[in-house]
């Protein structure tokens, strides 16, 4: 059972480069959202998605853009990396039934020079 | 926005330590999670607590949702190595296991 999985693991860019974020749930995961990890200040949310079809902007979602065109897989997408975009990119995912728990993948850390 | 602080930013344990963090947030939340986070890997449940007041025990881990939905904090009895990492408190509004709110993390290490 592969949960949630990111790739790439790890990549750099150059300042105003664009590039995809994969990520993909087998767990039939209706809600699928996109973090950021930075140091000391926690996980904050970017994306997030409650159905195919659907998206929302969370927290920190300039210089982001994301799609849900089908169940398992939600791209995340920089248009002109910036290096304030240097981070480490967190995809999660959860069932959405009342109490499920929030399943995240093994993260993409991204260098933006 | 909301806002999570979690203390302490980082502690050193040493083997059979019992060790406490704890969360508190501006405004209420419906739910309180703690997660674990080791190196290279996403941060996993450790434990979820629905109501207030509640008071739930996994393993070594307990954690207790306070009484006014502001607060949290987590204790692990009797440590072991493998307790290092970073630990997260994160609040939910909502029903569901979407749009948390992450505390800044408390980072657990071993003593020298």
């Known amino acids: 059972n592969a949960g949630v999985t990111q790739t790439p693991k790890f990549q750099v860019l150059k300042t105003g480069q664009s590039m995809t974020l994969q990520c993909a749930q087998d767990?039939?995961?209706?809600?699928m959202s996109w973090y950021r990890q930075d140091p000391g200040m926690g996980l904050r949310l970017i994306h997030y998605?409650?159905?195919?079809?659907?998206?929302d902007q969370g927290e920190v979602p300039n210089g982001y853009n994301v799609s849900r065109s089908t169940t398992e897989d939600f791209p995340l997408r920089l248009l002109s990396a910036a290096p304030s975009q240097t981070s480490v990119y967190f995809c999660?995912?959860?069932?959405?039934?009342?109490?499920?728990?929030?399943?995240f993948g093994n993260g993409t850390r991204l260098t933006v020079t | 926005g909301q806002q999570l602080n979690q203390s302490p930013q980082s502690m050193f344990i040493q083997e059979g330590e019992d060790v406490s963090m704890n969360c508190t947030s501006s405004?209420?939340?419906?739910?309180w999670l703690w997660y674990k986070q080791d190196p290279g890997e996403g941060p996993v449940l450790l434990i979820a607590?629905?109501?207030?007041?509640e008071l739930t025990s996994n393993g070594r881990l307990t954690a207790q949702f306070g009484i006014t939905r502001k607060d949290s904090f987590l204790n692990i009895s009797a440590s072991i190595p493998s307790d290092v990492g970073i630990y997260f408190c994160?609040?939910?509004?909502?029903?569901?296991?979407?749009?948390?709110?992450f505390g800044g993390g408390t980072r657990v290490l071993v003593k020298p």
């Open positions: 767990m039939n995961h209706e809600y």
């Open positions: 607590l629905y109501k207030a007041g």
């Open positions: 999660a995912s959860s069932s959405g039934l009342s109490n499920s728990p929030l399943h």
């Open positions: 405004s209420i939340f419906n739910t």
């Open positions: 998605s409650v159905g195919a079809g659907i998206t």
């Open positions: 994160a609040g939910q509004l909502g029903a569901a296991g979407n749009k948390l709110t």
